[in-house]
């Protein structure tokens, strides 16, 4: 199968299954969407969200983030992965905004790379969310999906070497859903360890039953 034909026909496949995906994670704004895709990183969506309602119940904004210490937010993410890091590059992130940014979160990329905390994967995914441009995160799940489904090759070994080649073959209007549409087939359908190809609409086209 030509790799335009498998782009079309696994595009067409999450057009009718997913037509309107967003992000899981819960936010108010586009700061709150910063700090819970930062907490995020090597955690469930699910873990954010339990914690992030009293987080953003005291710290809401960037001004009022930006006044804390990295042992008050430590309080409230006590439960997510790598919390002293993550408080740490919560806390400057938030300063970091107010003095480059008055408090606003940019759109820019390298404004959003320059940010305490924030990765590639975390700048695409507000550019995408916040800002509706045409960028994918590559999380382990889009990475793991891409590679399964025959979206890329083995030599696409790295996050980035994903991310080129799913920008350059999928539609830049299906691109910011796209992200979405990888990361939850990954998330219940594909999952790493056991995945549940009997539920798996997909499985018709996979390359393990093609040969």
Known sequence: MKREERYKLVLDYFRDEMPEVDTELEFASVFQL???VVLSAQCTDKRINQVTPELFKHYPTAPEMARAEP???LEYISSVSYPNAKAKHL?????TLMERHQGTVPSDMNALLDLPGV????????QAVAFGKATMAVDTHVFRVSHRLGLV??????PFKVEQVLVKNIPEEDIPRAHHWLLLHGRYVCTSRKPHCGKCGLEGICPKNIT
């Open 34 to 36: 910063l700090v819970a």
């Open 91 to 95: 806390v400057e992130m938030a300063r």
């Open 71 to 73: 042992e008050d937010i």
């Open 119 to 126: 990765g590639r994967k975390t700048a695409n995914v507000i």
């Open 153 to 158: 090759t083995k030599k696409d070994d790295t």
